[in-house]
């Protein structure tokens, strides 16, 4: 579209002589010589900002403060989505080791654990949020002094250092998703040089090339060009309050754009992020790296928490998973990051990421699944919705398609100096095997160690918790406990012998019996005959879910009246995450035209899931696509 300006209109060096005595030593730094620290965070947007490269945005403000920062080029988010990543962004914690990683689950924190700013409240800062929380359990009291949309540095004791969060939602997902009209409007409000018109929208290969396309692209730079005069009016008022060289400003999104590929999946697309850092010249010392300069190491959400903590000069906690990535004297380069995906509102995903800086390793624990499946929420996205409709249609093909195949590689790897886009999957070339190895053995290494908790399937993780925290219940279980859950689905995807699955669906442990069950429906599905006789016993398990993913199995086959009345019990459950699972499993047999969906009809209707509190809407979005058709 046009090059962006950047404008001079906040930074300029200022050298301020400050005395840092004492710390050398270890002793507690004075709240005087503490500095203050603002977070500037805004919503599923990738790195598409001028200073990042992109042409076609118009990011004037946001460009000045990363020539008077530090670029990070490499940020990734730790999830794909919001609640998982921002459980981890303010426990430092990874979200798949408390039970926070399925989207909107509600979870108990543990004890143990704290959120970030309550050690800095301790410390003697005061700690504000402007206003969004979501963090997947309720906020303790003691974390903010405000969170509100009231909430304000200035609202502080006189000469009070701070740490305050201005999040932004003017980029999210759902403030995107309109077409030319609106388009057109909202521009028509912009100087003629901030203005986006769709014609000029670039289109990633990954898309079919139209116009609606291009206008649902334009609408989220629109909305990114109005974040940056938002921007602009806070940092106006940090100079106001003449405090821009008491300040270290960061700037990040939560995820990657609200668009398909990007939010919700594992690729660059999903969870890298514009990330960057201002420190003035104050606090210069603190820094591994100098202002105005393109840092290529990687940095994951995890790495918050610490990293605000020393620059603070707070003792980090020992549970906490980041590394600090600013000050110099604890900076710790990392080889790798780690990312989750988990349940994303009705979908049951189940994928982890290994990223260094040159090969992305994705492993998928449910390849059954579609690449891009239904979601009540986002099918609504202009640009999903004319994937779908051309699909329909029989008009995508190559690149295009991608999108639309109905299945997932078990496992992803990518060369992302050759392939940035990551659309040549070299998993299955031999010339990449001791790549792949490597990877697979790190995310092994890296699962069992954090003790994942999405090797339990959710309904179980939340039965064996009870009223008590995930993390606490599991973080006492022993690494084998965790090595035998990762074995067991490791098997999914892979050429296995059909008879030790079966076997092993008589398993004592209801994870092996459940991982078994997914490892014979991915070989179901791809053409191997299952004994299904052989299976019938375990419809009467004690276990619901392993009843459910039972029937699931029996009825791909065909009818078979014990697997109906087996899901229809579990569908008049009281558990809502139970009744999730059974929709769940009836969707999937639904889209392949394995059950007829008008049977389940009058049950479905006349069942209590509109009394459940989390899932809902979720099991309403499903039962109301399968009348749909």
């Given at each position: 579209m046009k090059n962006c300006k950047i404008l001079e209109l906040f930074f300029f060096p200022i050298v301020i002589a400050f005395s840092i005595s004492g710390c050398a030593n270890g002793s507690k730094k004075q709240s005087v010589w503490q500095p203050n620290i603002l977070w500037i965070t805004c919503?599923?947007?990738s790195p598409h900002l001028g200073c990042y490269g992109d042409e076609y945005a118009y990011t004037p403000t946001l460009d000045s403060l990363a020539k008077s920062g530090i670029i990070f080029s490499n940020?990734?988010?730790a999830a794909s989505v919001c609640t998982p990543a921002r459980s981890s962004i303010i426990t430092g914690v990874y979200a798949s080791s408390m039970g926070t990683q399925h989207l909107r689950a509600e979870m108990t924190l543990s004890k143990n654990l704290k959120c970030f700013p309550e050690y800095l409240r301790i410390d003697g800062y005061y700690c504000t949020n402007n206003s969004k929380e979501d963090y997947n359990f309720e906020t303790p009291v003691a974390v903010w002094d405000e969170s509100s949309k009231e909430a304000h540095w200035r609202n502080r004791k006189p000469g009070q250092s701070f740490f305050s969060v201005f999040n932004y939602t003017l980029t999210h997902q759902s403030q995107t998703r309109y077409g030319e009209r609106e388009l057109l409007a909202r521009n028509a409000k912009l100087p003629e040089e901030a203005r986006h018109r769709w014609e000029d929208a670039p289109v990633p290969s990954y898309y079919p090339d139209t116009r609606v396309v291009k206008a649902n692209i334009a609408a989220l730079h629109t909305q990114i060009t109005l974040l940056d005069y938002e921007v602009k009016n806070l940092l106006s008022e940090l100079m106001e309050d003449g405090l821009e060289e008491k300040t270290i400003i960061f700037f990040f999104s939560d995820h990657g754009d609200g668009l398909p590929r990007h939010k919700r999946w594992l690729h660059d697309t999903g969870t890298k992020v514009p990330f960057m850092v201002y420190i003035p010249e104050k606090y210069r010392s603190l820094s591994s790296f100098q202002n105005n300069t393109v840092v290529s190491d990687l940095v994951s959400f995890e790495d918050l928490a610490p990293t605000v903590l020393s620059l603070a000069g707070i003792p980090i906690p020992e549970y906490m998973n980041g590394n600090v990535f600013l000050n110099k004297d604890e900076y710790q380069k990392r080889e790798a990051i780690f990312t989750i995906r988990d349940r994303v509102d009705e979908n049951y995903l189940f994928s982890r990421g290994v990223r260094e800086s040159k090969f992305h390793y994705i492993r998928n624990f449910f390849p059954l699944l579609p690449r891009m499946p239904f979601s009540g929420y986002s099918e609504i996205t202009p640009i999903r919705k004319e994937i779908r409709r051309l699909n329909n249609d029989g008009k995508l093909n190559g690149r295009s398609a991608w999108l639309v195949q109905e299945t997932t590689p078990f496992e992803e790897l990518y060369d992302i100096e050759t392939d940035p886009e990551e659309m040549n999957n070299l998993a299955t070339d031999p010339a990449y095997a001791k790549?792949?190895?490597?990877m697979q053995k790190h995310l092994k290494k890296w699962m069992i160690e954090s003790k994942d908790l999405s090797l339990i399937p959710e309904p179980e993780m939340i039965r064996q918790s009870g009223e008590l925290s995930s993390y606490d219940v599991f973080s006492s279980k022993s690494s084998l406990f965790f090595e035998e859950a990762f074995n067991a689905a490791e098997k999914v995807g892979k050429v296995q012998d059909v008879n030790e699955l079966i076997q092993d669906t008589k398993s004592r442990s209801v994870i092996?019996?459940?991982?078994?069950?997914?490892a014979l429906m991915y070989l179901q599905n791809n053409g191997v005959e299952i004994p299904v006789p052989e299976l019938e016993p375990q419809l009467n398990n004690s276990s619901e879910i392993i009843r459910i993913k039972t029937a699931e199995l029996i009825?791909?086959?065909?009818?078979?009246?014990?697997?109906?009345?087996?899901?229809?019990?579990c569908l008049n459950q009281d558990d809502s995450a139970t009744k999730m699972v059974a929709v769940s499993s009836l969707f999937r047999l639904f889209q392949k035209n394995k059950i007829d969906a008008l049977a389940y009809k009058?049950?479905?209707?006349?069942?209590?899931?509109?009394?459940?509190?989390n899932y809902s809407t979720y099991i309403e979005n499903m039962v109301q696509q399968m009348y749909s058709r």
């Open positions: 919503e599923d947007i940020a990734f988010s790549e792949l190895a490597r092996t019996q459940f991982w078994s069950l997914v009825l791909w086959e065909g009818k078979n009246a014990k697997a109906n009345k087996t899901i229809t019990d009058a049950l479905l209707m006349d069942s209590n899931f509109k009394k459940t509190a």
